[in-house]
């Protein structure tokens, strides 16, 4: 069965440092996601990209945040300057083309801020 | 907040019997999903139901959806050991446009004891 594919599976970076976290989406998919779940906490939607741009974004995706889709397969998340609240583990997620199908989810990447 | 919460919010149970955790939402949805994590790993998508339905199964799952109680409950029949997980439901809003995020609930820890 297709899967959802995410690297690094753990990442640690300075505070202030820039990160790139990286998904490949199952291939016949149109939508993507991500979330974040800090540790203990509920699982907390970031954003939504489709047809190469963003559709909806939460409070927390700020300007330090940013999407890309640089080719056919990956869609990255780029932390431009970390704070030590992003320390969470990051959740990529695809769905097909409508409201009623599931969102498949990665393995996540746990990201440590020091 | 548009997601109520699941209970209980940690369930113990020996293997074998039936284990049933509930969910409640605020507002209209398209959809609830229910996902799985083991400690530390990605969610699994488990079952989806829409909002004109009332009832699914699959394999030892039976979700049940009341759209007036705004409410919807996962039941785990003949639970294993590794059945031991959280267990997550999550909505899709009705709302315009290409929204489809998941708004997640806190989460039901089980365990199934052997």
């Known amino acids: 069965e297709p899967e959802v594919t995410q690297t690094p599976s753990h990442q640690v970076t300075q505070m202030g440092q820039e990160v790139i976290l990286r998904c490949v989406p199952i291939?016949?998919?149109?939508?993507f996601y991500w979330y974040r779940q800090i540790l203990g906490q509920k699982v907390e939607f970031l954003v939504s990209f489709y047809n190469n741009e963003i559709s909806e974004k939460s409070e927390i995706f700020d300007d330090q945040f940013s999407v890309e889709r640089p080719d056919g397969s990956n869609f990255t998340l780029k932390i431009r300057s970390t704070k030590l609240e992003d320390s969470a583990m990051y959740f990529c997620a695809s769905s097909g083309k409508d409201r009623n199908q599931p969102q498949h989810f990665g393995d996540g990447t746990r990201l440590s801020i020091l | 907040s548009q997601q109520g919460e699941e209970d209980p919010q940690a369930l113990s149970i020996q293997e074998g019997e039936n284990a049933t955790m509930n969910c409640s939402y605020k507002t209209s949805i398209n959809n609830l999903q229910w996902y799985r994590q083991n400690s530390g790993r990605g969610l699994v998508h488990l079952i989806l139901i829409r909002s004109n339905e009332r009832e699914k199964h699959s394999g030892r799952l039976r979700v049940t959806l009341d759209t007036s109680k705004k409410s919807s409950s996962l039941l785990i029949t003949a639970s294993r050991a590794a059945d031991t997980a959280s267990y997550f439901c999550a909505t899709v809003f009705i709302s315009g446009g290409s929204n489809y995020k998941l708004t997640f609930g806190k989460g039901t820890l089980l365990t199934v004891n052997p």
């Open positions: 291939s016949n998919h149109l939508y």
